[in-house]
């Protein structure tokens, strides 16, 4: 494969990013939309821009090798963490919120639905994009069955992908309290270290919705499966991460703090 279908791979992903940030552009201007209705519509934006990314990564990943793979990820969360916002392409960052007793049921369940949305109709988008094969690594892409990546148990996929959120979340959580420089750039460094950790075993999502879009209905597992390894899996680490946190020991270790003297302050 040539440095010429990777910079055609690039810079669909530079394309996509700019229609999101246009589009996000375009909603701030339409003042008639506001509340949780433009919050719908943010986060049915993030999870269109991460799936169309995320799709196009994956003819990166398969052609171009895991290290240049990551370097794009990281680059790309980065990214996202700079113009999302509060939006999240991603339910349990909403179901931890709802179990804080910030959001309602009924908030998390529309955010998890926008997200799905977004994320599962640009499909069509990216789609069409390979149907043109202006790339060799795009031939035969656009209409071929998908396999999935899941390479162990569903149990083991489920523990892997729970862990992993797991960490993930608790890194989150201590870099957004500690307040770090540059804490943006280490949380994305530490999501992709652990994605590309677990590339090989359960394709390191960590997303419900990610995976759901990308791989939904693929050869491989179940649909049962697929939703044990990849929204109770990971759903159950990020929900876990939030007592675990609180916890004096956790805290002392994560923020070399005394949580007791905190909480009695």
């Given amino acids: 494969m040539s440095l010429v279908d990777l910079f055609i791979s690039c810079s669909f992903i530079v394309l996509c990013c700019i229609l999101a ?45 895991i290290a240049t793979y990551a370097i794009v ?4 969360t980065v990214w996202w963490s700079q113009v999302w916002g509060n939006a999240s392409a991603c339910p349990y960052t909403h179901m931890e919120e709802m179990i804080e007793g910030n959001v309602t049921p009924r908030d998390v369940a529309l955010k998890t639905w926008a997200q799905l949305m977004g994320g599962c109709c640009v499909w069509r988008f990216v789609q069409f994009f390979w149907w043109l094969e202006l ?39 201590t870099l957004s309290e500690k307040g770090p420089k540059y804490a943006n750039i280490l949380d994305s460094f530490v999501g992709t ?42 759903c159950g680490g990020a929900l876990l991460s939030v007592p675990l946190f609180k916890h004096p020991i956790v805290r002392n270790l994560l923020l070399d703090t005394d949580y007791e003297k905190v909480k009695d302050e």
Avoid: M
Avoid at 29 to 56: D, N, P, Q, Y
Avoid at 73 to 76: A, I, P, S, V
Avoid at 158 to 168: P, R, S
Avoid at 205 to 232: A, D, M, Q, R
């Fill in 135 to 173: 790339a060799q690594t795009h031939q035969g892409r656009a209409f071929e069955d998908c396999s999935a990546d899941l390479q162990v148990s569903p149990l083991a996929g489920a523990f892997i992908e729970g862990i992993a959120t797991l960490l993930c979340r608790l890194a989150s959580k």
């Fill in 193 to 234: 270290s652990l994605v590309v950790a677990a590339f090989n075993y359960s394709g390191g999502y960590f997303n419900p919705v990610l995976s759901t879009s990308l791989k939904w209905g693929c050869s491989g597992h179940t649909e049962i499966e697929h939703v044990i390894v990849y929204w109770i899996g990971a």
């Fill in 73 to 76: 990820l990281f680059l790309l």
């Fill in 21 to 65: 940030q246009t589009a996000r552009k375009i909603l701030d201007r339409v003042t008639s939309i506001h509340g949780l209705a433009k919050e719908l519509f943010l986060e049915a934006i993030a999870a269109a821009e991460l799936c169309s990314t995320c799709f196009e990564l994956i003819i990166v990943a398969d052609n171009f090798g």
